[in-house]
């Protein structure tokens, strides 16, 4: 595997379900970032993580949990969700003792019924 | 925050047609990024450019950090580069992405 992936790539759930995202980077970084994406929105930051910590929370709420267990991997815990929160998730990683470039990964699909 | 305004909002070509895409930002940053976004979903990388001229294939891109906007210019369009194409600046580690430019490229 090369890049950032993420698994699975499409999720339908219900608003009582617990479900987790997967999202795994291949490039030696350090900073890994969850974002959503609505439909006909601007991409919206929820967390950063710097080296295994939290140093981001958007404002999300609690119904997110995102954990980080090593710099190679990001998890996005999702429980007792609203159909609002249908969207696009995306991962990204970056470097921090370099440029910030940015990479993304696929994307999970999310639908909240 | 930084702001990041991206015109035109859409834009619509005919194959073989070159385009220009702009990006405006509103305070000094360290990086820009392009992207373009498939129908996928994917965000796939283009450009990191925070000054100066940078050319890959067909497309090319030129930041001009001093007057704070970016150009992404696509020559000889095809159909493959239909899709949303996103400019993101940041100063440290949080990208600020603009509201994105829907490209559309007609055979």
């Known amino acids: 595997e090369t890049g950032v992936t993420q698994t699975p790539r499409h999720l339908v759930m219900g608003m009582t379900n617990k479900k987790s995202l997967k999202c795994e980077q291949h490039l030696g970084h350090n900073a890994m970032y969850w974002y959503k994406q609505s439909a006909k929105k601007p991409l919206e930051l929820m967390f950063v993580y710097s080296l295994e910590e939290r140093v981001e929370n958007n404002s999300v709420p609690s119904r997110f949990s995102p954990e980080c267990p090593n710099s190679s991997h990001l998890f996005l815990h999702l429980h007792t969700l609203q159909p609002e929160d249908s969207a696009l998730y995306l991962c990204?990683?970056?470097?921090?003792?370099?440029?910030?470039?940015?990479?993304f990964g696929p994307g999970t699909r999310l639908t909240v019924t | 925050g930084i702001q990041v305004e991206q015109s035109p909002p859409d834009l619509i070509l005919q194959e073989g047609a070159n385009s220009t895409l702009r990006c405006n930002f509103s305070d000094s940053v360290n990086n820009l990024q392009w992207f373009h976004q498939n129908p996928w979903g994917q965000l796939i990388n283009l450009f990191y450019?925070?000054?100066g001229t940078k050319q890959n294939g067909r497309l090319s891109a030129t930041t001009v950090a001093t007057e704070r906007y970016s150009l992404l210019y696509i020559s000889s369009s095809q159909t493959t580069d239909s899709g949303v194409y996103f400019c993101a600046v940041n100063d440290d580690y949080k990208l600020s992405f603009g509201a994105g430019t829907t490209v559309t490229v007609r055979a």
């Open positions: 450019i925070p000054s």
């Open positions: 990204a990683s970056s470097s921090r003792t370099s440029s910030y470039e940015q990479y």
